[in-house]
């Protein structure tokens, strides 16, 4: 099966891909994750990826499609995926639409602009092992130690500020809104509502999982 999850920044995609990853077993594949890893190599190319993302746009179809083409191509990826963050435009979705091998499955993350605002402003993530915490609702049980590995350092993303987030809503609702409507339109389209807590979300999307 092919999961994907589409939302605006801040929905918790990337919290629940987290959970599901381990309920489902299937690889986790989230866009905004590869291209910050490329945009730390250093060397032009990887300046100008960081600069689009600072800046809270998105980065050119052709260059992200490419890197997907790639990783749904490996033996890792044939048993079904679950893509966060992918597709963000309609010529992305078209694109995934002509190299899935499985059916989609796509959940709808809604969740309402001062709720994502303020999970954005407070989330941080394990240095080590990436696991996503919040100053306001999901801070590590022992303060400054990660629950998952141990690990002591923590770190924010540069893009989570108030300018950026502003910006990268603005990007969702012009090139990314458009993806909901074409996914409603194809079938197998489920809407979550992502302004209840992890639990509750994580809750809601298991049942709308067990009925597809
Ligand atoms: P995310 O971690 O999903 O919030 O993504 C962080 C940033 O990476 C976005 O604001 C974009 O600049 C870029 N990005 C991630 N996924 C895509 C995509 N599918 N298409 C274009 N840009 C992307």
């Known amino acids: 099966m092919i999961i994907v999850l589409i939302g605006p920044p801040g929905s918790g995609k990337g919290t629940q891909a987290g959970i599901l990853v381990e309920k489902l077993g299937l690889p986790h594949l989230s866009t905004g994750d590869m291209l910050r890893k490329i945009s730390a190599q250093g060397g032009a190319e990887a300046e ?5 993302i600072s800046e ?34 309609i010529v992305q979705a078209k694109f995934l639409a002509k190299i899935a091998q499985q059916d989609i499955k796509v959940l709808y993350f809604k969740a309402d602009e001062q709720v994502i605002i303020k999970r954005i402003l407070g989330r941080f993530s394990c240095k080590n092992c990436e696991k996503i915490y919040n100053e306001h609702y999901d801070k590590p ?32 609702k012009k090139s990314t809104y458009p993806v909901i409507k074409y996914y409603k339109d194809h079938g197998g389209f489920f809407g979550i509502d992502a302004n209840q807590s992890k639990e509750e979300v994580a809750l809601e999307v298991d049942r709308v999982l067990k009925r597809v």
Do not use: M, W
Request: hydrophobic residues 25%; charged residues 35%; contains cysteine.
């Open 48 to 52: 100008k990826l960081a600069r689009c």
């Open 56 to 89: 809270g746009k998105l980065v050119p179809s052709g260059l992200i499609n490419d890197i997907v083409r790639k990783v749904l191509s490996s033996n890792e990826c044939s048993s079904g995926y679950l893509l966060d963050g992918y597709p963000r435009s």
């Open 141 to 172: 049980k022992i303060e400054g130690v990660c629950d998952q590995c141990g690990h002591k350092e923590f770190v924010y993303r540069k893009d989570d500020n108030k300018e950026t987030i502003i910006k990268r809503i603005k990007e969702y």
